[in-house]
Every structure is written in C-alpha cells, then in structure tokens.
C-alpha cells in the first residue's frame, strides 16, 4: 500500500528560527493536507494542496506541493513557542481514508 | 458551532472485555471516520462511514466495527480487548465521502490493562 514519509522525525530550533518538514509519499497524490497536534491535543487541520507545485501561505507557514504531487513541505518562519507540536502530512489513499505521516515533532527551545 | 464530540474521554478496560465509543459529529457533516493513534505505529485509519454504510475500512481485525446512525452519530466497538488496542481513538467529520479537511474530536483515551 501507499507510505507517507516523513523527516526529520524530531526537530528542535531555538525560538525565532526557521523550521521546515518534508513529506514524500510512495504514490502520486490527488492532494495532500497537513495537521498539527498540540501535547495532548488532537489532529488539527491546517490545509489542502491539489494542484501539481502549488504554493499557499498562511501567515508565517508556506505549504508546497511538488510537480510531480508526491511530495509536499512545510515551512515555519521564525517560530514563537506556540509552534510547538507534531505536524503532520497525509494523502488520500484509494478509498483507503488518510495515510499519514507519522510526523515532526517540532520542539522550541526560548 | 459544536466541534466533534466524543465519549468517554477516558476509559479503562480488561483484556478480553469488549468496548464502545461514541462520536457525534459536526452538524450537517454526513462522513465520520476512525483513527487510531499510538506512539508506535502513528495515525492509522479504522473505517469511514457515510449515510449510515461503511465505506472504507482499514487493515485492522473484525474484532474492530462500527456502525453510522440516520442521525450521522457513529459508534465503534471494539471485542475481546487485547493489551495492544491501548490507544488515542480519533473521530473525524467531514462534509462529505472522500478526504476533504477532517475535523478531528478530542478522542478518547483507552487503557486496557
């Protein structure tokens, strides 16, 4: 079945410096969304990519999807402790729900 | 308006029990689907309902199901408890069959001892 790849696993940066995560997955993706999970929280949808080398920006994170849609990136600028958590990426796999990643933990020393 | 709901929050069983967990989901959100979450294996999806039939299901055993009711209310079971289902059970709605942005429930948290 599809895998969804995701690295670094662990992530630790000083408050204020960039961070990014890369997920590539084993088959060609419709599209690919991202999530981030607080310490003790749940999944939390951030986007939606669909279109081959798409580009989106909210406020300090950029989300690419590669040309060939099967592998994504996202990219913090100048992180603040509220960063803090596990960003995840997942596709869609046939009519097999999600596949995800398992995840960056994204650790913020202040 | 309401997020998605699940109950109990917590929950502590005996291997060979069996347990149900309920999800209600956004209103007007017709898709709920199962994950479960541990350290070991991450995320990893259980089935998706949709107007009340199972659509999708994961790779896990039938000792996992569930069900979808008229009102879009899921449930799902979980028989014979075995020492590895310990997990974070996920709920997700969406507004439609297929992945298009899950809203994901608090979960609930299952220890079975």
């Known amino acids: 079945g599809q895998q969804v790849m995701q690295i670094p696993q662990y992530q630790h940066v000083q408050e204020g410096e960039d961070f990014t995560t890369y997920c590539n997955s084993s088959t060609t993706l419709s599209n690919i969304q991202w999530y981030k999970q607080r310490p003790g929280g749940h999944p939390v949808f951030l986007i939606q990519l669909v279109k081959s080398g798409e580009v989106k920006k909210q406020k300090r994170l950029t989300f690419q999807f590669g040309e060939a849609k099967k592998n994504s990136s996202l990219h913090i600028t100048a992180t603040q402790t509220t960063d803090v958590g596990t960003y995840f990426c997942?596709?869609?796999?046939?009519?097999?729900?999600?596949?995800f990643g398992k995840g960056t933990h994204l650790i913020i020393q202040p | 308006k309401a997020g998605v709901t699940q109950t109990p929050r917590y929950l502590i069983k005996t291997r060979g029990q069996q347990v149900t967990l309920s999800c209600s989901p956004i209103?007007?959100?017709?898709?709920v689907s199962w994950y479960q979450q541990t350290p070991g294996q991450g995320l990893q999806f259980l089935f998706e309902?949709?107007?009340?039939?199972?659509?999708n299901k994961g790779n896990f055993p039938g000792r996992f199901s569930g069900r979808q009711f008229s009102n879009s209310r899921s449930e799902m079971n979980v028989s014979t408890l075995e020492l590895g289902d310990s997990a974070l059970y996920l709920c997700?709605?969406?507004?439609?069959?297929?992945?298009?942005?899950?809203?994901f429930g608090s979960g609930t948290r299952l220890t079975v001892v």
């Open positions: 209103s007007g959100h017709r898709s």
């Open positions: 309902y949709f107007s009340e039939t199972q659509r």
């Open positions: 997700a709605s969406s507004p439609r069959q297929g992945s298009y942005g899950y809203t």
């Open positions: 997942a596709g869609p796999e046939g009519a097999d729900g999600l596949t």
